[in-house]
C-alpha cells in the first residue's frame, strides 16, 4: 500500500518513501521488489516506473468467490 | 488412486514443502523454506494448507489475506503452491484451492488473487480451470542495484 496527502503531491514524498525501503530491502540482500498497479491507474503506473519499475513476467490472475 | 486429505499446515511440513519445490523446479531453491512455513503456519487469519496421500504430503497452498491494497479491499492472495509431480493429475492442486476457496468465502472475502509467469502454461491452465481470470492489475518488478 502507498497513500499520500493529495495536497502534498509532487512533492517528493512517495520517492523518498521507495528509495528509503530500497535501501532497507538492498542491505538484507533482497534483490527485487514487485507491485501490482491497476492498469488504468495512469499516476500510479507513472510513479512506479519513475521509480524504475517495469512490467514483470507474471500475469495477474483473480477470482470471484461466488 | 489413494484418499486425498488436505490439512492445516504445520512448522514441520518446511522440509516436505522443499522437496516437493525440488522436484518441481529440478533445482535446490536457495529459498528459506523454513522461515516461510514458520511465517506462513504461524499467522491467525491466513490459510495454508498441504494436501497428505499415502501418509506423505504431496502438495501444498500458501496464502494470505491483504487488507485495502490499492483500492481492492480485504482479498486473498495465493503466494506458493505446489504438487508433487510424481502425484499430479489426481485432483490434489484442485482440492487444495477448493479447501482455500471454501475458508475465504466463509470469511466474507469475496476475491483471491495470484501472480503466475507468462511462460508457465501448465500453471495458467491450472488457474484458469478454477476459475479465474487475468484481473485489471498489471505486476511490476524494480531490480535493486
Not at chain 1, 36 to 46: E, K
Not at chain 2, 90 to 110: C, D, N
Not at chain 2, 123 to 138: P, W
Amino acid at each position: 500500500m502507498i497513500a499520500l496527502n493529495t495536497k502534498r503531491m509532487g512533492q517528493g514524498i512517495g520517492r523518498s518513501l521507495a528509495k528509503r525501503i530500497f535501501k532497507v530491502y538492498k542491505e538484507k540482500g533482497v534483490t527485487h521488489v514487485f507491485t501490482s498497479v491497476s492498469w488504468d491507474s495512469t499516476d500510479l503506473l507513472s510513479f512506479f516506473k519513475t521509480l524504475g519499475f517495469d512490467r514483470s513476467n507474471f500475469i495477474n490472475l483473480r477470482k470471484t468467490l461466488d | 488412486m489413494s484418499k486425498i486429505r488436505i490439512r492445516k499446515l504445520k512448522k514441520e511440513d518446511a522440509d516436505d514443502i522443499r522437496r516437493i519445490d525440488a522436484a518441481i523446479t529440478k533445482t535446490r531453491s536457495k529459498l528459506d523454506f523454513k522461515r516461510i512455513v514458520d511465517e506462513a503456519a504461524g499467522r491467525s487469519g491466513d490459510e495454508s494448507f498441504v494436501a497428505e496421500q499415502d501418509g506423505m504430503v504431496v502438495g501444498y497452498m500458501i496464502s494470505y489475506v491483504t487488507l485495502g491494497n490499492f483500492g481492492i479491499g480485504k482479498s486473498a492472495w495465493i503466494a506458493m503452491f505446489g504438487v508433487d509431480p510424481k502425484r499430479m493429475g489426481q485432483g490434489i492442486g484442485r482440492s487444495l484451492a477448493k479447501r482455500i476457496f471454501k475458508v475465504y468465502k466463509g470469511k466474507g472475502i469475496t476475491h483471491v488473487f495470484t501472480s503466475v509467469s507468462w511462460d508457465s502454461t501448465d500453471l495458467l491452465s491450472f488457474f484458469k480451470t478454477l476459475g479465474f481470470d487475468r484481473s485489471n492489475f498489471i505486476n511490476l518488478r524494480k531490480t535493486l542495484d
